[in-house]
């Protein structure tokens, strides 16, 4: 079993910053990926980034450029900062991560991009 609990959401100013961590904590947990997803109000979660156990990224169209991610294996962390923000990146957005083959989640942390 693995547990993802995030940090860092908030709301913030168009054009502002903020930066999301996650820890993973558990027994016997092998993690191979890890990213952030995000559920803006009424659509369907989507993917944001995700990067391997080796350091290899992916973004979302809507974030490359914008948004990093990063990880420390050793201390079972990720991380998302996030720059130049829209309102449009309004969403509740959830820590994810794959270990033995299954899909965990964290509880999700709200961020709010006013106008």
């Known amino acids: 079993q693995v547990q993802l609990v995030e940090s860092g959401g908030g709301l913030v100013q168009a054009g502002g910053s903020l930066r999301l961590s996650c820890v993973a904590s558990?027994?016997?947990?092998?993690?191979?990926?890890m990213g952030w997803y995000r559920q803006p109000p009424g659509k369907q979660r989507e993917l944001v980034a995700r990067?391997?156990?080796?350091?290899?990224?992916t973004y979302a169209d809507s974030a490359r450029g914008r948004f990093s991610i990063s990880r420390d294996n050793a201390k079972n962390t990720v991380s998302l900062q996030m720059n130049s923000l829209r309102p449009e990146d309004t969403a509740v957005y959830y820590c994810?991560?794959?270990?033995?083959?299954?899909?965990?989640w964290g509880q999700g942390t709200q961020v709010t991009v006013s106008s």
């Open positions: 990067i391997t156990s080796g350091g290899t990224p």
């Open positions: 994810h991560a794959i270990s033995s083959g299954r899909n965990y």
């Open positions: 558990g027994n016997d947990f092998d993690i191979n990926a």
